[in-house]
C-alpha cells in the first residue's frame, strides 16, 4: 500500500473495523514517513462466476444485478436496508461452495428464499418476474405455497 501523500510502501495500521453491511474492512493508517494518515478499504475480490440462463447463454455473476432486483421488490416496503447482507450471503454461498458455474434457477431459488423471510410482499414480487407470471391465477397459486 503507497502512502498517497509521499508514496512510501511503509506504514502501519492504526485502526481496523468491518463496514456494516457492504462487506468491506476499513484500515485507518498511518505512513512511517511522512507520519500522515489515510484510509483504505478492503473488500473480496469479485466473483469469476459465470450464470448459466434459462436459454443455455452465459454471463458473468453480477452481485449488482441481485442487489437493484431485490431494490425493485422491496420498493416502499420495509427491509430494503438488509439487501446489501443477503447480497452478500449469496455470494458467500457461491465462494463457499467454490462454484464456476451457477444456474440463474439456483440463484432466483436463493433469492425467494430470502425474500420469504424478510417480506411476502417482495417475494410475491421478485416471484411474479421471476417465475413469469402471466395471469392472476399465478399469484393464486404462489399465495397459497406461502
Not at 446489501?84 to 451457477?102: F, G, L, Q, T, Y
Not at 431459488?109 to 395471469?135: C, H, M, N, Q
Amino acid at each position: 500500500m503507497k502512502c498517497p501523500f509521499c508514496e512510501s510502501v511503509l506504514s502501519k495500521v492504526v485502526d481496523k473495523r468491518a463496514v456494516s453491511g457492504r462487506g468491506q474492512i476499513r484500515r485507518r493508517r498511518e505512513c512511517l514517513k511522512c507520519e500522515k494518515r489515510y484510509t483504505t478499504y478492503e473488500a473480496l475480490a469479485k466473483l469469476l462466476v459465470m450464470v448459466i440462463k434459462k436459454d443455455g447463454r452465459r454471463e458473468v455473476f453480477d452481485g449488482e444485478k441481485i442487489h437493484s432486483g431485490l431494490l425493485k421488490a422491496l420498493e416502499k416496503r420495509p427491509g430494503s436496508d438488509q439487501v446489501p447482507s443477503i447480497v452478500e450471503r449469496i455470494e458467500a454461498k457461491i465462494r463457499s461452495r467454490r462454484m464456476d458455474e451457477i444456474e440463474s434457477q439456483t440463484l432466483g431459488k436463493w433469492i425467494l428464499t430470502e425474500l420469504k423471510k424478510l417480506d411476502p410482499i417482495a417475494y410475491l414480487r421478485f416471484a411474479s418476474v421471476y417465475r413469469s407470471f402471466g395471469d392472476a391465477k399465478d399469484f393464486e397459486r404462489e399465495l397459497e405455497t406461502l
